[in-house]
């Protein structure tokens, strides 16, 4: 079945500092993939569309400046989180979507990064 | 628009007797829909998906979901529970065409298991 990595598993880093977290998918190439944002006991929340080669597609509300994404190629998006903060702690998910793209292709996702900003 | 409304915030059932997850959907077009399961500290795994062929899904796990379209409902059920499937599950719509569309996400039903 189709995979997805997403490392590190788990981040613990002083504020100020910038974090990269790393999407790949290891058996598909993936056109699209999406950076989630998930708060403890609530649902998935999007923060940005990823397309490879070209600018990413952030939702309202969220910093394109603090979170920056990069989807250089075809089975490769990094989310960056710029200058972290403590209320940027939060689990973050990366999912890609298979086949040709099309929105009824279910998205497959990676295990997710838990980041703590001290 | 789209949205997906999860009727149990939480269900608890005996291991061995039949779970019943509840999903009510809305959306302005033919839709996709998936349930997706998440164990503690990690992402999200694909149980099924129902985009427009059989309305009876079966899926991983012995988990299935009956697309009703007079209910607008994709109930997810297992005939009988295990401790393993102690978890949070996700009901998720998007278009069922496109290529630009987002998934809408349900606000989760967590499943207890108990012996």
């Known amino acids: 079945g189709a995979v997805v990595s997403q490392h590190p598993s788990r981040v613990i880093c002083k504020s100020g500092t910038s974090v990269k977290i790393e999407c790949r998918s290891l058996?598909?190439?993936?056109?699209?993939m999406f950076w989630y944002r998930q708060f403890p006991k609530k649902s998935l929340m999007l923060m940005a569309t990823?397309?490879?080669?070209?600018?990413?597609?952030?939702e309202q509300g969220v910093e394109k400046d603090k979170f920056l994404i990069n989807h250089a190629s075809l089975t490769l998006s990094t989310l960056t989180v710029t200058s972290a903060h403590p209320e940027d702690s939060s689990f973050y998910i990366c999912s890609a979507r298979e086949g040709t793209g099309l929105s009824n292709q279910p998205q497959h996702f990676g295990d997710g990064t838990r980041l703590s900003i001290l | 628009a789209q949205s997906v409304t999860q009727l149990d915030s939480h269900v608890s059932v005996s291991e061995g007797t039949p779970v019943l997850l509840r999903c009510n959907y809305s959306s302005s077009y033919s839709p996709s829909l998936f349930w997706y399961v998440q164990h503690p500290n990690k992402g999200l795994q694909l149980l099924l998906k129902y985009t427009s062929a059989a309305t009876l899904v079966k899926g991983i796990n012995g988990f299935e979901a009956e697309f009703k379209k007079s209910e607008t409902s994709f109930h997810l059920t297992k005939p009988s529970a295990h401790m393993s499937d102690a978890a949070e599950y996700f009901c998720?719509?998007?278009?069922?065409?496109?290529?630009?569309?987002?998934?809408?996400f349900g606000t989760g039903t967590r499943l207890q298991v108990t012996l």
């Open positions: 998720v719509v998007t278009p069922n065409t496109g290529t630009a569309s987002k998934l809408t």
């Open positions: 990823s397309n490879e080669g070209s600018k990413a597609t952030y």
């Open positions: 058996d598909f190439q993936a056109t699209t």
